[in-house]
């Protein structure tokens, strides 16, 4: 199995829990998801709710019940797509009062898998998943930057082997659903245009990333900095010069963390205080990551 994933999570996880802590505006994400997807996990207690309320199982019942586990997270890089993903996980493990395991597809064993076997390597993620979702236990698979898999078959260019690849990928999220919930997918790319259009139909939620508005850097750089005692004013300042202006794009999140602060803190180490200064120099002179198209 370690051959074929990068990370074996088991959850929840205290590690992950923290770090959730750390990201911007995601209560709202996964409510938005959970929200779905308790109607897949819970599906005895959607029965019995429609028939304390409405005495009879509404045919729509039967309808959400068939929806499928699948959750596609799409938008530029840097923007939070992986960790939300496992922190979604982690947090609905901690709601439902499950252990689970969150097992995320190893980029390298794709690229190998172009070449032929991929089909096969499809087959094996989804067999390890199903294994893993036991009666109290929940199984989580990532497929990160998953237009490399499941790549739309409309497109010419595209080999007889990599088309059969993405018709196995559909075959197995259909067959989740015989799991009543117990297995989820999540599906990262950057390019959801090039996701095939039957993928796309299948997505119980498709939950965009977009990177940081002006009162998200701000919440990034008070966190970050907090003890600085930074002003109201120069906080906005720092964020205004973050963001999208013009035809200029805007810094992602992990340009913030990954990329800003480092810098600034490397600029007044050792000898100098981190100022608002050095860090609106900072901003002024690190360029943000080109958006992925």
């Not at 039967?62 to 996980?89: F, R």
């Not at 004013?233 to 800003?260: I, M, P």
Request: charged letters at 30%; hydrophobic letters at 40%; aromatic letters at 6%.
């Amino acid at each position: 199995m370690a051959t074929i994933f990068d990370n074996i999570i088991e959850l929840p996880n205290e590690e992950i829990q923290t770090q959730t802590e750390s990201l911007i505006g995601f209560d709202t994400k996964f409510d938005r998801i959970y929200n779905n997807l308790k109607l897949l996990l819970d599906q005895d207690s959607l029965t019995k709710w429609s028939k304390r309320y409405h005495k009879i199982e509404l045919p729509v019942i039967k309808q959400l019940k068939e929806k499928y586990p699948l959750i596609i997270l799409a938008g530029d890089a840097g923007t939070g797509k992986t960790i939300s993903a496992t922190a979604i996980a982690d947090r609905m493990t901690r709601e439902l009062g499950k252990e689970g395991f969150f097992l995320k597809l190893s980029t390298r064993v794709r690229g190998e898998g172009l070449h032929g076997e991929m089909g096969k390597l499809v087959n094996d993620a989804f067999q390890q998943l199903k294994e893993q979702a036991g009666k109290r236990r929940l199984a989580f698979l990532l497929i990160d930057e998953a237009d490399a898999i499941a790549t739309t078959r409309s497109t010419s260019q595209m080999h007889q082997e990599e088309k059969a690849a993405v018709n196995t990928l559909i075959q197995k999220i259909d067959e989740l659903r015989e799991l009543n919930g117990r297995a989820i997918l999540f599906m990262s790319t950057n390019r959801l245009h090039f996701i095939d259009e039957a993928i796309l139909r299948r997505a119980a939620v498709v939950l965009e990333f977009n990177r940081p508005t002006k009162d998200e850097c701000i919440k990034l750089y008070q966190r970050g900095l907090e003890g600085l005692e930074l002003t109201e004013k120069q906080l906005e300042e720092l964020a205004t010069l973050s963001v999208k202006s013009n035809e200029e794009v805007g810094y992602s999140f992990s340009d913030v963390r990954l990329k800003v602060l480092p810098e600034a803190i490397a600029s007044a180490y050792p000898d100098k205080p981190l100022s608002f200064e050095i860090l609106k120099q900072t901003i002024q002179t690190i360029k943000p990551s080109p958006e992925i198209k």
